[in-house]
Each structure stands twice: as C-alpha cells, then as structure tokens.
C-alpha cells in the first residue's frame, strides 16, 4: 500500500525494495519513484508481461510521460501516455497481440534490444502473423522513453 504523508507519495521499505508494479494503483509518481530499483532487463520484462495481460495501466507506468513509441500499424509515431494507450485500444479492438521477450541484449550505445517473438491473433482466435522481431528501447531514470523496431535478431 502506498502511504499519503505531506503531500508526498513514499512506499514502505518492502514494497520499495521489491518495486511490486501491481502498485500501479497508487499515484504515479510512487511507481516511478521507485523504476530504479529493478535491472533494466526485469522493466522490460515486466512490462512485456503486462502489456501481454492487458495491464495498460502498469505497462504505462514502466515509461516517460513522454514516450515515444512506434505506430507499426499505421506507420509513423505517437507521443506519450495517452497516445501509447490509444494506440493499444486500437489495436486490442481488432486483435489479440502476444510478444514473448527472448532475449535482452544492452548495445554498446546503451540502448537494449529485446529480441521478440510475436504472435498476432484476430479475435476469433485465428492466427493472423507469426514471427520473431527486435524491439530496442531507450531508457532514462529507470523509464521507458523511446522504442523502436527493427527486423532482424539483436
């Protein structure tokens, strides 16, 4: 639980300690508070993970306000929380995407690649595209500010 003292979000030592991204529930500042606590590699498979249960909320939490994430749909970019959430409503409207991190590499410019493989369902359960891709993100104070996506294996 997060506790409410002088206008100040803080968690308990426990909760900090683990950064539990169920917490997500709380103010947002908590969570991103504490996004430094975990390795690079467990945020982005955290965030695989929630993306993958539909947890928007907690998926949003692991990024930047002002995330600048790719439209591999329509082509082109969209910027920050409520463009990445409209995007997924998007997608999540018309098919049931699953991407499974294989492996996570850091790049020598310090970026990660995250070598995927992608399922994508329609919504009767019909497999509409099967493959493995590269997502590479760009972190900044333990978020997600950037991601972009590339062909080939990392």
């Keep these: 639980m997060w506790l409410a003292g002088g206008g100040e ?7 900090a300690d683990k950064f539990d991204t169920r917490l997500v ?5 908590c969570v ?8 690079p590699e467990e945020l982005l498979r955290r965030a695989y993970a929630a993306f993958n249960a539909r947890d928007v909320d907690t998926a949003l939490a692991l990024m930047h306000p002002e995330v600048d ?15 990445v959430r409209a995007y997924w409503a998007g997608q999540f409207e018309t098919t049931d995407p699953r991407v ?21 369902h329609d919504l009767d359960g019909e497999v509409l595209a099967e493959g493995d891709v590269v997502h590479v993100y760009e972190l900044r104070e333990g978020l997600v500010v950037r991601m972009d996506i590339a062909s080939s294996p990392a």
Excluded: K, M
């Design 9 to 15: 979000c803080r968690l308990s030592q426990p909760q």
């Design 25 to 29: 529930a709380q103010p947002a500042g």
């Design 32 to 39: 991103t508070r504490y996004a430094h606590r975990v390795s």
């Design 69 to 83: 994430w790719p439209n591999a749909i329509d082509g082109g970019r969209v910027v920050g929380h409520d463009a």
């Design 100 to 120: 499974e991190p294989v492996r996570i590499v850091q790049r020598g410019d310090g970026r990660f690649a995250v070598d995927v493989h992608q399922v994508v």
